[in-house]
């Protein structure tokens, strides 16, 4: 069951003066595609878990959206991006897609009803992909995931041959391969992976030791498991990882724990007491975490290499700025990818869909991944005159194609030894 609840953390914000005599032009333009183009109707659904779908009310307004009840601070992130996203389209000239807005509970089910009019299906957090992939198919709709990062991305060319699945943001592979790339440019090329299996960075442990040997490095273990798991409890695997550590003389140490954590900490002493050192130096440390997990860490007597900025795309730095102006904080993914999906909403109301190779109306086929990003003004241009654009993304490069993630560019820091 749904609350049909107004969400509206600074989400109703007020008109904004748009470009004079190009606004003017633009509105009339579009009134003219409003008197023979049927309105494209929206759904924006969360979907926490592995939920099944089953029937929902039809959406009042061109979009519904549907917000979980919890995660606040994520669904606030959101709501803030979504807002400036609409401002945006504002500054254009064109009126944002009115939003009807619903929470709903994690332990609820949500879905289209069949017969429904809905042409495109946005999933804010944490979707199901075979459950999306199989109403897009069944319905034929165009399903916009604007917070999947994870391993169920690469699932995306199995359950998604027809393309109708649209991750905004890039990969955490895309962070990883970064990491793993300046972790050889600073001559690291030998390294051992240790893990918290307690830790939620040590199921990515994997995909970094992927992506270092593929890009030419080696990563050391006497084990068949390349990735040393070690609770913090575990004096007898801690001993084990200190003594191959010491047998195998490695270039860095990559570490998948809590730099708070018991993990952590008993590494650290190990270190300063010489139980890790190459020589006289001591071993540098390679933080295989997420920029929020490593934005305090302190410094240490050796080198640290850490996650500076996660993948996102051309436009973030504009989307950054802006956000900060309005807000007074600095952004994150999530809200970069609210307000991607405003405006791509916006965009795809703006014209007919174009038809897809078996026939049906494809709602976000007009996103040309082969085109230079073009800015929110311009795309909206290009859509009034029903042609293709790539809009210049914040959370990613946007570059939308069957069965594959977009892309962004990642950044890291150096932690100098003190």
């Known amino acids: 069951m749904t609350h049909s609840t107004e969400v509206s953390p600074e989400t109703s914000t007020p008109a904004e003066t748009g470009a004079a005599a190009s606004s003017d032009r633009l509105r009339s333009l579009r009134g003219v595609l409003r008197a023979s183009v049927r309105p494209l109707g929206v759904l924006a659904a969360t979907l926490l878990g592995c939920q099944a779908l089953a029937a929902s009310t039809a959406p009042q307004s061109a979009v519904l959206a549907l917000l979980p009840d919890h995660a606040s601070g994520a669904r606030s992130a959101f709501l803030k991006g979504f807002a400036l996203g609409q401002a945006e389209a504002r500054d254009c000239g064109i009126d944002p897609v009115s939003v009807d807005w619903r929470t709903v509970g994690s332990d609820q089910d949500v879905a289209l009803a069949p017969g429904s009019a809905t042409a495109l299906l946005v999933a804010p957090f944490s979707a199901d992909l075979r459950s999306f992939a199989r109403i897009a198919q069944e319905q034929k709709l165009g399903v916009l995931l604007p917070y999947q990062r994870g391993d169920s991305l690469k699932s995306l060319a199995e359950l ?58 080696r990563v050391e273990s006497f084990d068949t498991q390349v990735v040393q798991m070690v609770a913090p409890d575990d004096q007898g695997a801690l001993d084990q990882f200190l003594q ?78 802006r956000f900060v102006e309005r807000y007074g904080q600095d952004p994150d993914l999530i809200a970069a990818s609210g307000f991607d999906s405003a405006r791509m909403l916006s965009l795809a109301s703006l014209a007919p869909p174009p038809v897809s190779s078996e026939g049906t109306r494809d709602p976000l086929g007009w996103m040309d991944a082969d085109q230079d990003p073009t800015s929110m003004c311009a795309s909206v241009q290009a859509r009034l005159e029903g042609r293709s654009v790539r809009l210049q993304g914040a959370a990613s490069d946007l570059i939308q194609r069957p069965g594959q993630a977009p892309s962004g560019v990642a950044s890291t820091r150096l932690i100098a030894g003190r």
Do not use: C, Y
């Open 244 to 321: 191959d550590v010491s047998w195998k003389g490695p270039d860095a140490i990559v570490l998948a724990a809590a730099p708070e954590g018991d993990l952590a900490r008993r590494l650290a002493r190990a270190q300063q007491q010489g139980d890790l050192a190459v020589s006289s130096a001591m071993r540098p440390w390679v933080w295989m975490l997420p920029k929020h997990r490593v934005g305090n860490l302190a410094e240490r007597p050796w080198n640290q290499l850490v996650l500076d900025q996660s993948a996102h795309g051309p436009g973030w730095s504009a989307f950054r700025e």
């Open 160 to 217: 998604d041959p027809e393309g109708r699945l649209h991750p905004v943001l890039p990969p955490l592979q895309v962070d990883l391969t970064q990491l793993a790339s300046d972790t050889l440019d600073q001559g690291w090329r030998r390294v051992m992976v240790v893990a918290d299996p307690g830790d939620r960075s040590a199921d990515q442990a994997q995909d970094f030791v992927e992506a270092f040997e593929g890009l030419g490095g």
